[in-house]
């Protein structure tokens, strides 16, 4: 067959998307609807593009644009294999055909090896074996969030929507607009894009890392761009994605103690990331602290705009977004306050705040494993900062194999001192030993201060789960334990901690769910 041409003018739709559409259909190679079914595309309302396609493709069977649109509607909808094989139909010469060919192929290629398992409202997509484990949490986190978050912002998909989780960075960024110096730089480990979501699986990190919320901020992604029809700013977009992203487990403290450091300097310094520099993405901001800032801005900026209208300030804008109201319009309609002010205003309403600056607390870089198929060793002294401070937690690491912990104590402490950050790796390390010389109470209080500035550090939560175990504290050591899993369920130390807490706590439901879970991984 020969190859289907793509006319310019529809790529100049797809590069500029400012064309007006809609006009009277006439027998053309290139009918004037194509443009409205891009624009559905675009407006994410996948169901009005593929009723349109339909007819196209029977009015126009020779069209290589009513084509090349059908491709896009079976890739948006997740029929991968129905458009590439559209696609090696398309002629290419065209830049924007190419580079969506190229995506299409690769995210074809991507999940050639997946699964599917559906709740009532998602699809969840993954490779066979240790990741399906994933499926039971995310279906809690997922379908709790649809209830939550549809009432907050007053909708709720007709379509389950499609969560896909990618084995590691390599599969993700070959789908994604993301590079993998993006991915380890911003920390960034999942997308809401192409009428989706796309995760990182936490087995591909040493510590697994905290995916839930994640995922529930990209479910909040998914809303704002349906609801609004694409018409929201990102910084906006991520303002209420952060402010939200906990709701689905009674949550409402949106900012962590890393976030309300790096916002409290930044105010401090007048060093902030402007809304412009969020642009495209706050994954490719320069440095993890840049991320962690312009999320705190951009979050505490939502909890001032509640103060000033409250929560159905979010469904009112999607609303008029969605309805062709633009969004300095709908701003100051609702506001009574153009963007210009409501900068100021939010930075009027932060001094008083007195945020905290905690010297030392640091956003912690993403750790992924080499290759998530070999049990390979992970070095973590490495991941402290400080040569000196490195080199006494490795003397201390040697100590502690030796079984010497009195002078492996000694080590890590003065490894504390000597660094200015507050590491949990070494936090861990000292509790560590505290645990194993049966000096419960000081291991306690160590653990719970680094539990304060990073909450959701795996290896703390584990640690005061164990602590609570060995000393018979066992509705604790459940607490930690459950915790410990949601971060990071591919410990296989936490599952078969959890087994033996809850025969103790005779939960046999418990036990025998866990055990289940515990077989993916095994």
């Known amino acids: 067959m020969r190859p289907l041409l793509v006319s310019v ?22 009918p004037d609807e194509i443009f409205d079914g891009h624009k559905f595309i675009e407006d994410w309302d996948i169901a009005e593009a593929e009723r349109l396609t339909l007819r196209l493709l029977e009015n126009y069977p020779e069209s290589g644009d009513a084509h090349f649109l059908n491709a896009r509607v079976q890739f948006m909808t997740g029929h991968y294999d129905f458009a590439w094989n559209i696609l090696k139909q398309v002629e290419d010469s065209h830049r924007s055909v190419k580079e969506f060919k190229i995506l299409a192929k690769n995210t074809r290629e991507a999940t050639r090896n997946f699964i599917s398992q559906e709740s009532k409202h998602f699809i969840f997509l993954f490779e066979e074996g240790p990741d399906e ?84 901020h990209e479910y909040t992604h998914y809303l704002l761009t349906k609801k609004s029809h694409n018409h929201i700013p990102l910084w906006m977009h991520e303002g209420i994605a952060k402010y939200l992203e906990s709701r689905w487990r009674d949550e409402k403290d949106f900012l962590t103690p890393v976030m309300e450091t790096v916002l409290a300097t930044g105010l401090a310094n007048n060093y902030m990331i402007s809304l412009e520099s969020m642009m495209p993405s706050l994954a490719k901001l320069k440095t993890a602290e840049d991320v962690q800032l312009a999320y705190a801005e951009v979050s505490s900026m939502m909890e001032y705009i509640v103060k000033v209208r409250g929560e159905e300030f979010f469904p009112l804008l999607l609303q008029d977004l969605a309805h062709g109201v633009s969004f300095e319009t709908s701003l100051e309609n609702l506001l009574g306050m153009d963007l210009a002010t409501l900068q100021e205003n939010w930075r009027q309403f932060m001094k008083p705040k007195l945020l905290k600056i905690v010297p030392g607390l640091k956003a912690l870089t993403t750790q992924f494993k080499k290759d998530r198929n070999l049990d390979e060793e992970h070095k973590d002294y490495s991941e402290v900062e400080i040569k000196k401070a490195q080199d006494l937690v490795y003397l201390g690491d040697i100590l502690k194999s030796r079984n010497i912990m009195k002078a492996a104590i000694i080590e890590y402490r003065k490894a504390i001192q000597e660094t200015e950050s507050l590491s949990p790796v070494i936090y861990n390390k000292l509790a560590s030993a505290y645990l194993i010389t049966r000096k419960y109470d000081e291991a306690e209080i160590l653990l719970k201060k680094s539990m304060e500035y990073y909450p959701m550090f795996h290896t703390t939560l584990v640690t005061l789960g164990e602590l609570y175990f060995e000393s018979d504290r066992m509705e604790q050591a459940r607490d930690y334990f459950e915790r410990a899993v949601r971060v990071n369920p591919f410990n296989p130390f936490v599952h078969t901690r959890l087994i033996h807490t809850y025969q103790k706590l005779g939960l046999e439901k418990e036990k025998k769910m866990q055990t289940e879970l515990y077989r993916f991984i095994k």
């Open 9 to 30: 003018r529809v790529l100049i739709f797809l590069t500029v998307l400012v064309l007006p559409f809609g006009a009277r259909a006439e027998k053309s190679m290139v």
């Open 133 to 216: 484990i994933l499926a039971h949490y995310a279906e809690q986190a997922l379908e709790k969030s649809y209830t939550v978050l549809g009432k907050l912002l007053n909708y709720y998909p007709e379509e389950k929507v499609r969560v896909e989780i990618y084995p590691d960075r390599k599969k993700f960024s070959r789908i994604s607009p993301l590079s993998l110096k993006d991915i380890v730089t911003s920390g960034t480990v999942a997308l809401c894009k192409y009428h989706r979501i796309m995760m990182i699986s936490p087995g591909s990190l040493i510590r697994g890392y905290n995916w839930l919320d994640t995922l529930s």
